[in-house]
């Protein structure tokens, strides 16, 4: 069926970076965008980019330009986000979902912790 | 940048029918998309493009959308609908959210 299996939770002090994976399953990995979405705790769904995993073409949110890169290794089907310049409002969990018309598949959330 | 409103909260008497509105400038010319997401869980899509559903979510769950105001109506609701609710469009590229609605199953 078809799966996005995110990396581990991580911890990370203030003004370090975190690199988040989301490895899918199911379908052909060209095929669909991938997005970034987070989630601080009690708070909405904040989109931070997508990628194209077709072309590598990444597009980022205002907010996160600068501070964002998401790649891909299209040899085993897995998109990357790293995030930058951590502060402790960086603490949230951090999703990957499938898809433009609708995110129809979304991967179980990274925690990620900035704390000193 | 785009805005999309979406009431704090709606309560709906078990078995009755719920709508929860998501407000934008002429949101009817976009597609919009409704999320639910109960606690400690990953968003799940429940409508697409207005109003299409996805394998799986029941016909109790319906979408429309026109002017400047998109709905997303669950008839006969049941215990297990009590989530936040989010609407999401597309606007020239980038994804935008609705702060979401947090609905009550009283």
């Known amino acids: 069926q078809v799966q996005l299996v995110q990396s581990g939770a991580e911890v990370r002090k203030p003004g370090a970076s975190v690199k988040v994976s989301c490895k899918v399953s199911?379908?052909?990995?060209?095929?669909?965008?991938i997005n970034w979405v987070r989630q601080a705790t009690g708070q909405g769904l904040e989109w931070m980019g997508w990628m194209n995993p077709n072309s590598g073409n990444p597009g980022y949110a205002q907010k996160f330009q600068g501070r964002v890169t998401m790649t891909r290794n299209a040899s085993i089907g897995t998109v990357y986000m790293e995030l930058g310049s951590l502060r402790s409002d960086d603490t949230a969990v951090y999703y990957c979902?499938?898809?433009?018309?609708?995110?129809?598949?979304w991967g179980q959330g990274t925690a990620v912790t900035v704390s000193s | 940048s785009y805005e999309l409103t979406q009431p704090l909260s709606v309560s709906v008497a078990l078995g009755q029918t719920a709508r929860l509105t998501c407000g934008g400038k002429n949101i009817g010319n976009k597609n919009v998309h409704w999320y639910q997401q109960k606690p400690g869980q990953a968003p799940v899509l429940v409508i697409s493009r207005d109003s299409s559903r996805p394998s799986g979510i029941p016909e109790r769950f319906s979408g429309s959308n026109s002017g400047n105001t998109a709905t997303l109506t669950i008839s006969r609701a049941q215990a297990g609908d009590e989530a936040d609710y989010y609407c999401?469009?597309?606007?020239?590229?980038?994804?935008?959210f609705g702060g979401g609605t947090k609905l009550t199953v009283l």
């Open positions: 999401q469009v597309w606007d020239t590229n980038i994804a935008v």
């Open positions: 199911g379908y052909t990995f060209t095929r669909y965008e």
């Open positions: 979902a499938r898809g433009y018309n609708g995110m129809d598949v």
